[in-house]
């Protein structure tokens, strides 16, 4: 089953991989993206091709495009991209029908949310540095409670809200200092710039119909859709990580 249409192709060099757009032909990268995605094409150990996606975008201080993927079998490669931890996409089901929402409604929907969720970092944080800390060591449901997440709703999150096997908080504070972690912890619960959004959206068409059930997602009804990451705290985390790395 295929959920878009057919890549289109970019031209690269004899000696490179193709570059195959996954965006439709309106969503084409600028000249810049192009550019870089020539030259990552070029580049010894990719293999197969570049994939760019819908979200493709140029960022000055990066080597590569955001939004754009590649295969090595030979190479690591940090900081390819911007180190955000867990950046990515989340949708929200409401279960409620678009057609329901009245301008009113959103109107004063959109307002709680941006009280409720800055750009900038927190004056206080959501957790103090201990639960920042036990957060960084387990995951969401150490701290599940204190942010009020029922367990239906950590249900619903990948994985139930972490990627790894729960580790001591000492591993964590030897790892990441004590200054790092406050500092970060301002940056939870924020959604930030650039290319972050919180929209709402409807269901026009339904691709897959066994997985909608599973979700409980209707045609018509409205959705949060949502980019992020894990902002400055994610970033303290990664950079001794990168540091090592890029010495090895």
Not at 192 to 214: K, M, S, T, W, Y
Request: negative net charge.
């Amino acid at each position: 089953m295929t959920y878009g249409p057919e890549p289109l192709e970019i031209a690269t060099g004899h000696r490179a991989v193709p570059v195959r757009c996954f965006t439709g032909g309106e969503l084409l990268p600028d000249e810049a993206s192009q550019r870089q995605l020539n030259e990552i094409a070029a580049l010894e150990g990719v293999d197969e091709y570049v994939a760019v996606l819908p979200d493709v975008h140029f960022k000055r201080r990066n080597p590569t495009p955001t939004g754009t993927v590649i295969v090595s079998r030979s190479q690591l490669v940090p900081r390819a991209v911007d180190p955000g931890i867990n950046c990515g996409m989340r949708m929200v089901a409401t279960g409620v029908p678009a057609g329901e929402l009245s301008p009113k409604g959103l109107d004063l929907l959109f307002g709680r949310l941006i009280e409720e969720i800055p750009i900038e970092p927190r004056e206080r944080p959501l957790l103090s540095t201990s639960q920042c800390e036990r957060l960084l060591a387990e995951g969401l449901p150490a701290v599940a409670d204190v942010l009020g997440i029922p367990p239906w709703d950590l249900s619903r999150i990948e994985n139930g809200g972490t990627i790894t096997p729960a580790v001591d908080p000492d591993v964590i504070r030897r790892v990441v200092s004590p200054k790092a972690v406050k500092k970060g912890n301002r940056w939870l619960g924020t959604l930030g710039a650039g290319n972050h959004f919180l929209e709402l959206q409807e269901i026009v068409a339904i691709l897959d119909e066994p997985v909608a059930r599973r979700l409980g997602l209707q045609g018509g009804d409205a959705v949060f859709m949502m980019h992020t990451d894990s902002r400055r705290l994610g970033k303290r985390v990664l950079r001794p990580v990168l540091e090592e790395a890029m010495q090895a």
